[in-house]
């Protein structure tokens, strides 16, 4: 039996807005890490992403891809997953472990926020969430990947997210016009 994908888009938090702090347990280290020792000296990509996702995963390639090719100009990718894992237990700690593993471990840490609360900090809704920061920790981008989606047969190029990445490391302009993400809704605690 397939997953609903009951579409949710992002709600786009303002931009200029400081990156909320945080310390979460990261899968794979299983260390404590803050995004103060994560951050990028250009930038800092924070993804909302879960393990099972149809969204994700039909995005993987651009966001390992994504996460390899501007490390080396500066920018740090950090996964965040957020779902519960009471009901979906799919998406624990043991099992993000794996998943970046099979992924070849890309991003500088894929941590777990069991609390919600970050996402909650960063008004994250769906899987997959974008949001980049400058090397300020001021959000320039939050939006989708590109325009393909799992059911729509279009190109997965990633070219949303790439083009304010380059704008910010050319420092060009970002363009303000953004679309929001769309994927899975983030799995909520129930209580």
Do not use: W
């Given at each position: 039996m397939g997953y609903v994908m009951a579409a949710t888009y992002s709600t786009m938090m303002p931009l200029g807005t400081e990156a909320p702090?945080?310390?979460?347990?990261?899968?794979?280290?299983?260390?404590?890490?803050?995004?103060?020792?994560?951050?990028?000296?250009?930038?800092?990509?924070?993804?909302?992403?879960?393990?099972?996702?149809?969204?994700?995963?039909?995005?993987?390639?651009?966001?390992?891809?994504?996460?390899?090719?501007?490390?080396?100009?500066?920018?740090?990718?950090?996964?965040?997953?957020?779902n519960d894992i009471v009901a979906y237990p799919q998406d624990a700690p043991d099992k993000m472990r794996a998943l970046s593993a099979e992924w070849g471990n890309p991003f500088q840490a894929y941590l777990f926020d069991q609390t919600q609360a970050v996402a909650k900090a960063y008004q994250a809704a769906c899987t997959p969430d974008f949001f980049l920061f400058d090397s300020e920790l001021q959000c320039v981008y939050r939006g989708r990947l590109d325009a393909s989606t799992p059911k729509n047969n279009l190109p997965l190029t990633g070219e949303d997210l790439r083009n304010a990445l380059e704008a910010l490391l050319t420092d060009s302009p970002v363009n303000p016009e953004q679309i929001p993400s769309i994927g899975c809704n983030i799995k909520w605690h129930s209580n």
């Open positions: 702090d945080f310390k979460l347990f990261d899968s794979v280290t299983g260390l404590q890490l803050s995004l103060q020792t994560l951050r990028g000296n250009k930038a800092t990509l924070i993804m909302f992403i879960c393990n099972h996702c149809p969204y994700v995963l039909h995005v993987k390639q651009q966001l390992v891809a994504i996460a390899e090719q501007y490390l080396p100009k500066g920018v740090s990718t950090i996964a965040i997953s957020s």
